[in-house]
């Protein structure tokens, strides 16, 4: 079976092209209009629309483009949201529902008119989303969740989405025991490859000549600089690199999944790993549809291109706490999950993860950081990253040139009124993460010799700060700092990923040390010298 992950460097899934290297890191101080930080899909949509307007921008990666959340991500663009427009209304009223609705359709249909207007092949198409029980027919669950599907549906269509519910709706293909019929199909959604799309809109960007971009550039510094009071002063943004160049700019935008700061906005996230495999089908077998079901840890699953026999199905789920559960079984769990309702599965092919950021109010922060005037943020993708992320390019562009826009005040990361609702949750939500700082009384392991060859762990002892051990497949020991350079909290090994990831925030580290995402900006500092030899060495690899 191949094995996909960023870190063990095997095979690649099917959202996932080639990673892209063929850009340098930055080696001098430049100035520019906007600098963009992180290039997936956010970082890419928000430079092409400022880019199209005639902005100089340059665009900074700590790794390579491509190379982060986005390829590991399950295709879907839909603004079917994940949370459900009931749920939604509740915390910003029922515009504010219409405004997500609205903004989400326009993000998925426009990935279609980029793709058309650069000749970008990207297995763009519109299809149905369905919606089921994660019950079975009949059942007193089954009943509970048709009739929440019900109600979504009716709100759905309140808000001009065409969706209807259908009692006895059965996905082509679904022919296992599990009897789940019924349930909220919404027309007219999409799928695509997304880092084919980007990859085009790459291609079109560095033909530019109002375009630069740097790979394997680590920001470290973003600080406004300057005063502007009533209308009078000026302030700029510098930003400064783990080389030490820095970039002057008028506005800067952190596209990184998750903000590199300390808390504020950071706090008001909760961290999950999600997973997914490519499972063969024959072709024509399954229904072409997008299909989730109602658990609170839903199941998802799409198709994608194979060859002349087999389709792909993708399918994700079983999410979890970052850091705060066993990694390895999820893959399983999914494998049989779909063996049961599609017995003409064949073999699994490909299996990787993910991270999402989930807003305790539903909604992406897309706009200007707060207590910020010139540096703008992008995060919480709440399971919806893809429209997010092509929804950001027109936000943070008309922001930028000062363009009202009827959508900004819904994704604004300054709002208070769906946060304040949200207390509960929030206070909820700091107490389960304050209790992760237990890991500085725990240990993974007590001596170093338990670990097998190619794994990882936590050293945690008596007499001196816990280290992060990872022992490589030759047996040789390499050390870190086991203390997250974020919050300091103490890391927990991924045994899927071979990745230490970080339970407070969500910080993650691939086995060299290497900051592979947020909030955190630095990497975990080696502890022996064999550390520091393959934390650089990966570096340069652009892990």
């Known amino acids: 079976m191949a094995f996909s992950t960023l870190f063990a460097g095997q095979a690649t899934p099917p959202s996932r092209t080639r990673r892209n290297s063929c850009t340098p890191p930055l080696t001098h101080d430049l100035t520019t209009d906007v600098c963009v930080i992180g290039a997936g899909i956010a970082g890419i949509h928000v430079a092409y629309e400022l880019v199209r307007r005639g902005h100089q921008v340059v665009m900074l990666e700590a790794r390579d483009v491509l190379s982060g959340e986005t390829g590991r991500t399950s295709g879907h663009l839909t603004n079917d949201l994940d949370d459900g427009y009931v749920e939604i209304a509740k915390k910003h009223g029922e515009g504010g529902a219409k405004v997500a609705a609205e903004s989400h359709a326009w993000a998925r249909d426009h990935v279609g008119e980029v793709a058309r207007e650069l000749g970008v092949e990207c297995e763009y198409r519109k299809l149905k989303a369905v919606n089921v029980s994660q019950y079975g027919v009949g059942s007193e669950g089954w009943k509970r969740e048709m009739e929440e599907l019900?109600?979504?549906?009716?709100?759905?269509?309140?808000?001009?989405?065409?969706?209807?519910?259908?009692?006895?709706?059965?996905?082509?293909?679904?022919?296992?025991k599990p009897d789940q019929r019924g349930g909220l199909v919404a027309e007219n959604q999409a799928t695509f490859h997304p880092t084919k799309y980007l990859a085009g809109v790459l291609s079109w960007l560095r033909k530019q000549p109002n375009f630069q971009c740097y790979t394997r550039t680590r920001v470290m510094g973003i600080h406004e600089k300057g005063v502007e009071l009533l209308g009078m002063g000026h302030k700029s943004v510098e930003i400064e690199t783990e080389a030490g160049h820095k970039v002057k700019c008028e506005n800067a935008v952190e596209a990184t999944c998750i903000p590199l700061q300390k808390l504020?906005?950071?706090?008001?996230?909760?961290?999950?790993?999600?997973?997914?495999?490519?499972?063969?089908?024959?072709?024509?077998?399954?229904?072409?549809?997008?299909?989730?079901?109602?658990?609170?840890?839903?199941k998802y699953m799409r198709l994608t291109e194979c060859d002349a026999k087999d389709d792909y199905m993708v399918v994700g789920g079983c999410d979890h706490k970052v850091g705060q559960e066993e990694t390895t079984p999820r893959w399983g769990e999914l494998e049989k999950w779909t063996r049961e309702r599609f017995p003409q599965a064949g073999s699994v092919d490909y299996r990787w993860s993910g991270q999402i950021m989930e807003p305790i109010d539903y909604m992406a922060f897309i706009g200007k950081n707060q207590g910020n005037n010139k540096i703008y943020i992008v995060t919480g993708d709440s399971g919806d990253g893809l429209t997010h992320g092509v929804l950001a390019g027109k936000l943070i562009a008309d922001e930028i040139e000062g363009k009202s826009n009827e959508w900004a005040a819904l994704?604004?990361?300054?709002?208070?009124?769906?946060?304040?609702?949200?207390?509960?949750?929030?206070?909820?939500?700091?107490?389960?993460?304050?209790?992760?700082?237990?890991?500085?009384?725990?240990?993974?392991?007590?001596?170093?010799?338990?670990?097998?060859?190619?794994?990882?762990?936590?050293l945690n002892s008596a007499t001196s700060?816990?280290?992060?051990?990872?022992?490589?497949?030759e047996g040789k020991v390499h050390k870190y700092s086991a203390l997250c350079p974020h919050m300091k909290g103490v890391v927990c090994w991924n045994s899927a990923e071979k990745s230490f990831d970080c339970p407070v925030h969500g910080s993650r580290f691939s086995k060299d040390g290497i900051c592979i995402i947020g909030p955190a900006k630095a990497n975990l500092t080696p502890a022996d010298r064999a550390g520091a030899r393959d934390q650089e060495y990966a570096e340069g690899a652009g892990m």
Not at 165 to 174: L, T
Not at 275 to 280: F, G, L, Q, V
Not at 413 to 421: A, D, E, F
Not at 465 to 473: E, F, G, N, T
């Open 150 to 176: 019900r109600k979504e549906a009716e709100e759905q269509r309140r808000l001009g989405i065409e969706t209807r519910f259908e009692d006895n709706f059965a996905v082509r293909g679904w022919n296992g």
């Open 264 to 298: 504020s906005v950071v706090a008001e996230l909760e961290y999950f790993r999600t997973y997914c495999i490519a499972i063969r089908v024959p072709k024509g077998s399954v229904e072409d549809c997008l299909l989730y079901d109602n658990s609170e840890m839903y």
């Open 411 to 458: 994704y604004s990361p300054k709002r208070l009124g769906s946060i304040i609702t949200s207390l509960p949750a929030l206070v909820k939500h700091d107490v389960q993460i304050n209790l992760q700082y237990k890991r500085f009384l725990q240990t993974d392991i007590t001596d170093i010799e338990e670990l097998g060859k190619g794994c990882g762990g936590v």
């Open 465 to 473: 700060k816990p280290l992060a051990i990872y022992k490589d497949d």
